[in-house]
Each structure stands twice: as C-alpha cells, then as structure tokens.
C-alpha cells in the first residue's frame, strides 16, 4: 500500500481532519477511525493521544511539511484524524500493527 496515495484518496473522497484542535476535537467526540501524527509532532501532544484507549495512531515518518504535502497541501499537518476513509484503503494500516 502507497500510504500518499491512500491519504490523498481518503481527503479525496473520505472525511479527514487536519490539525491538532480538530483532530483532538473529533478524538472526544469519538468519531477518529484513525489518527496520524507527523514524525516531529510535538511531544506534550503525542503524550495526550496515549491517554485514549482504542486509538489507532500511525506515525508517519515525515516532517509536518511533508506531511502536509502528502495530503496535498500548502502548509503544515502535524496531526490528521480520518473520520471516514471513502475509496482509500488507508484503514488497513489498522489490520496489518
């Protein structure tokens, strides 16, 4: 699995939340099948995600920059949450940890 090409399809045609208000935001509510976190995701951050249970994170092993332009942006993401993946078949990351 291409994991650029399957984030892209799932912002594409799926429901992605980018940035780490929004992200946290969608973790309470319970509605994040997934979360991504850049490589440089600030620590204080990547510590809060430990404290929820039944969360899937992948880190991803790029920068935010990267990271952003992987989901084919113009600016930073250091934190993504997938809410619904459409066409992507991103959640299989799930199966294969």
Do not use: W
């Amino acid at each position: 699995m291409d994991f650029n090409a399957s984030l892209r399809r799932a912002i594409k045609t799926g429901d992605v939340i980018l940035g780490q208000n929004n992200t946290e935001k969608c973790i309470k509510e319970g509605k994040a099948q997934m979360v991504v976190i850049a490589a440089n995701c600030p620590e204080n951050f990547r510590s809060q995600l430990g404290s929820y249970e039944n969360l899937f994170i992948h880190t991803f092993e790029g920068s935010s920059v990267a990271l952003g332009k992987a989901c084919g942006k113009p600016f930073m993401v250091s934190t993504l949450a997938i809410v619904s993946p459409g066409e992507s078949d991103i959640l299989s990351l799930k199966r294969t940890a």
